[in-house]
C-alpha cells in the first residue's frame, strides 16, 4: 500500500478536518502534509516557466493551504496542546500504562470536540438550491453535544450558525469550530497566494481587459465558494464576522477573520475569563423564553475555552470602522472585549507554550513531540498571534527560510520540501512512510481499544 492511500485511510478513520476536495489534505495524527493534485513533473515544468499562472495557481494554493493547517497544528497554543493530547494517547498505550490508558479517550473526545461530528451538521431543503447572488440570512443557536452513553451533556454546550437562503428557506447548520477557524486561516492564505502572486503575474501578461474579466471572474469564484453550502465549515467564522461588520468586501473579510481565528487559537487560558459578553447579546440573538438558559451555556462555553465561542464574541466587539491595519484592528477589538494588549498575549502565549512541558507523558514518542513543540515555538515568534501569512509565502517563493515548514507528499509519492534547494533538509521519504505506516498500525490498536471501553 502506497503512503497516500495509508494516509487517506487513516484520515476515515479519524475524521479530523473535512478535505473536501481531492487537491489536498492534512492528516493530523501523523502532522502529514499531502498534495494529491500535484506531481514532480508539475514542479519540474514550473521550475522551467515560472510564469505560468496555471501551474503557480496549480502547485502552490495547495501547498499553502494544507501547509496551513501544519502551521496551525505546530505553532498555536490550541496546536500544540492538542500534540500533546495526541502523543499523550500514544505513549500511554505504547508504554501500556493501564492508570494511563484514560488519554486514549480523551483523544477520541478532543477530536470530536475540534471538528464536530457530521451528526451536528444538519442540511435544509435548499441544500441543493443554487445560489440566486444574494446574501444568506442568519442565526445563530446554542446545543448541546451528546456524551459516548447517548445522553445529552449538559456541560458541553456549542455555538452554530443556521443558515437560510434570501427567502428564508434553510440551508444548513454548521458549529463553529476549531477547525471551522483552521479553514479560515487556510482559504486566507490561499487568497493571498491569489493577491500577491497570481493576480500580479497575470497583470504584466494580459491586456487591460483581459486582466480585468480575469479580475472579475476571481471575485466571482470567491463569492461562489463563500455561498456554496458545502463549504460552510470553510466559510462560517468568515460570515459570522462579516455580518457583524456589515462589510462585503470578501477579502477584507477573510483578512480580518483569519487574523481573529488565529487569535482565537492562541488565546491563553488565563484570558478566557476576561471576555465579557456583551449588553447586546441577549436582545439581538435570543428569543426571550431561552435567554436564561442560553446566557448560561455562553457562560459555560468561555469556562470551558471554547475557541469557537471566542470567535464569536470577539467578532460582536470588531470595530467598523477607524482602524488603520488589521494589527490596529485586532488591538481595538480585543480591548473592547476586555481582554490585554496583543504584546502581553504574545508573552503569555510563549510562556504557556513553554510550561507545556511538563504535561508531557514519558514514553518512547517524547522525543519527536519535544521536536515538534521546538519548531512550533520558533515558528510562532515569526506568525505572530495572529498568524501571519507572509512568513510562510516568503519561505515557500523566496526560499527565505523564514519559517520552518514541513515537507510535503506529492501525488507521485515523491516529496517535495522547500530546505532541498539550501541542503538543510532532515526529512527523507524513508522517514515518513516508516512514521505513516507505524501510526496506521497504532491507531487501529487505538479504535480497538476504545471499542473495548464500556459507555454505561
Partial sequence: M??????????????????????????FLTQTVVANSVESQHLINFRQNPKD?????????????????????????????????IYNAFNAFESQKEDELWRVIQLFSEVSRNHFADYYQVDGPAIVSDWTKRPWRYKYSFGLQYGSDGRPRSDRPFIST??????NVFIKRVPISVVSLMETI??????????????????????????????????????????????????????????????NNISLAYELSSALSSLCLNLPSQVFGQLKISQEFQ??????????????????????????FAFFVLSEYAPK?????????????????????????????????????????????VPRLKNLLEIGRRNYVNRGIFGKHEPCLNSLFLMSQDLKLPPVILGDENIFDVELASGSSQYSYSDIENWVFYIYDFEERLREFQRACIAI
Avoid at 2 to 26: R, V
Fill in 2 to 27: 502506497q503512503i497516500g492511500q495509508t494516509i487517506q485511510k487513516i484520515l476515515s478513520n479519524w475524521h479530523g478536518f473535512p478535505n473536501l476536495t481531492a487537491d489536498g489534505k492534512y492528516e
Fill in 53 to 85: 499562472s496555471y501551474l503557480l495557481k496549480k502547485i502552490y494554493k495547495v501547498f499553502v493551504h494544507e501547509i496551513t493547517h501544519w502551521l496551525d497544528h505546530t505553532s498555536t497554543l490550541w496546536g500544540q496542546n492538542n500534540l500533546v493530547t
Fill in 162 to 167: 443556521r443558515f437560510s437562503n434570501f427567502d
Fill in 186 to 247: 487556510a482559504t486566507a492564505a490561499e487568497l493571498q497566494v491569489e493577491f500577491s502572486y497570481i493576480l500580479p503575474l497575470l497583470k504584466t501578461q494580459l491586456s487591460a481587459d483581459e486582466f480585468l474579466v480575469e479580475s472579475k471572474l476571481f471575485e466571482q469564484a470567491c463569492l461562489e465558494r463563500v455561498y456554496n453550502p458545502s463549504l460552510t465549515v470553510y466559510s462560517v467564522a468568515t460570515h459570522c464576522l462579516a455580518n457583524f461588520m456589515s462589510i
Fill in 283 to 308: 436582545e439581538k440573538h435570543l428569543p426571550v423564553e431561552i435567554q436564561e438558559i442560553t446566557t448560561e451555556r455562553a457562560s459555560q462555553m468561555i469556562a470551558m475555552q471554547d475557541r469557537g
Fill in 321 to 365: 470602522t477607524d482602524f488603520s491595519t488589521v494589527l490596529d484592528w485586532l488591538e481595538k477589538t480585543i480591548e473592547s472585549a476586555g481582554l490585554p494588549p496583543i504584546a502581553d498575549l504574545q508573552e503569555m502565549v510563549i510562556h504557556e507554550m513553554r510550561s507545556l512541558e511538563n504535561n508531557i507523558l514519558d514514553g518512547p514518542l
